[in-house]
């Protein structure tokens, strides 16, 4: 089955900088790779995706950039803010959007981001 | 956009009772809904794709006779933890794939405390 790993496990930034979370896949056969944001005690909100047929997605301060090839997948946030501290998962599955698969996703471990002031 | 609520938010039991979980999309239909587990500083682990209709389907190690689930519209499913035991507390999060749009929304979670 699909396997996804999530660095670095914690990330620390001053307020402004960017952050970087990485991630890699073990199934080439996933196509869709959403991002998602998780609160203390809340469930994960998606705040961005990407699918296998584009190589980088940006929505205001967030990014999303793919490399198939090395299946490895990343979100940057630029311009970090208090509000982005939070606990950060990728996933993967190989039905996505409109296409059906079930969306049975895989999450990476997760990255606690913390912005410091 | 689209919702999806889970009830209760949070639950205590003693050990031994059995404890429901609702998960609903309020908005929106959705024949497939999953439940996931999340134990602290974890990630999410699914246990089961819920179908309308039918059987839900178990991730391989997680008990079906323990967990039960219960599709039984298409805007509610319900997970069971039968027996619970203190190892049973966790985060359960379930998430619904809306019938049109084939977006998946997650609920809030619940979180199971088992004395």
Redesign the interface.
């Known amino acids: 089955g699909e396997n996804v790993e999530q660095h670095p496990s914690t990330l620390s930034v001053q307020e402004g900088d960017s952050a970087v979370i990485k991630c890699t896949y073990s199934d080439s056969a996933s196509n869709y790779f959403?991002w998602?944001k998780q609160e203390l005690?809340?469930?994960?909100?998606?705040i961005i995706d990407i699918r296998s047929n584009v190589g980088e997605k940006k929505d205001q301060r967030i990014a999303v950039t793919l490399n198939k090839t090395a299946k490895h997948f990343s979100l940057h946030i630029t311009e970090t803010q208090p509000e982005d501290s939070a606990v950060y998962?990728c996933a993967a599955s190989k039905?996505?959007?409109?296409?059906?698969g079930?969306?049975?996703?895989?999450?990476?471990?997760?990255t606690q981001l913390k912005v410091e002031l | 956009g689209a919702v999806?609520s889970?009830h209760p938010s949070w639950v205590i039991c003693k050990s031994g009772t059995s404890v429901k979980i609702e998960c609903r999309s309020l908005d929106f239909q959705a024949t497939?809904m999953?439940w996931y587990r999340q134990f602290p500083?974890?990630?999410?682990?699914?246990m089961a794709?819920s179908n309308e209709g039918s059987k839900a389907t178990y991730e391989q190690g997680v008990e079906k006779d323990k967990f039960l689930i219960n599709h039984a519209s298409l805007t509610l499913s319900t997970l069971t933890v039968t027996s619970a035991h203190p190892e049973d507390s966790s985060f359960y999060?379930c998430?619904a794939?809306h019938i049109n749009?084939?977006?998946?929304f997650?609920?809030?979670?619940s979180?199971l405390t088992v004395l």
Request: glycine share 24%; charged share 15%.
């Open positions: 959403p998602y005690g809340k469930g994960p909100q998606l998962f039905g996505g959007k409109l296409t059906g079930g969306n049975k996703l895989t999450f990476g471990t997760g | 999806v889970q497939t999953f500083k974890q990630s999410l682990m699914l794709t999060i998430s794939l749009t084939g977006e998946l997650f609920g809030e979670g979180r």
